[in-house]
């Protein structure tokens, strides 16, 4: 998956360098995120929140429908 962040978020999967779609997108860009990160984590600069990121457990994050809706 690439995501681009700019004023706006886009979400694009990728199968190869010929085969990709736009899956979804968000007028939530990169301000946002700078501000989130500051607020949640106190961080000032977004390569820092890169970096954490890279050391956190998605596990802990990841929701799949089954999580919202249950089973069914």
């Not at 949640?40 to 802990?60: Q, V």
């Amino acid at each position: 998956m690439l995501v681009s962040i700019k004023s706006g978020s886009t979400f694009i999967w990728v199968e190869s360098a010929t085969e990709y779609w736009r899956i979804s997108g968000t007028a939530i860009g990169a301000s946002t995120f700078v501000g989130i990160t500051k607020l949640l984590w106190d961080l000032n600069d977004p390569t820092e929140a890169l970096f954490a990121s890279s050391e956190g457990d998605s596990s802990k994050v990841d929701m799949s429908v089954g999580d919202i809706y249950g089973d069914t």
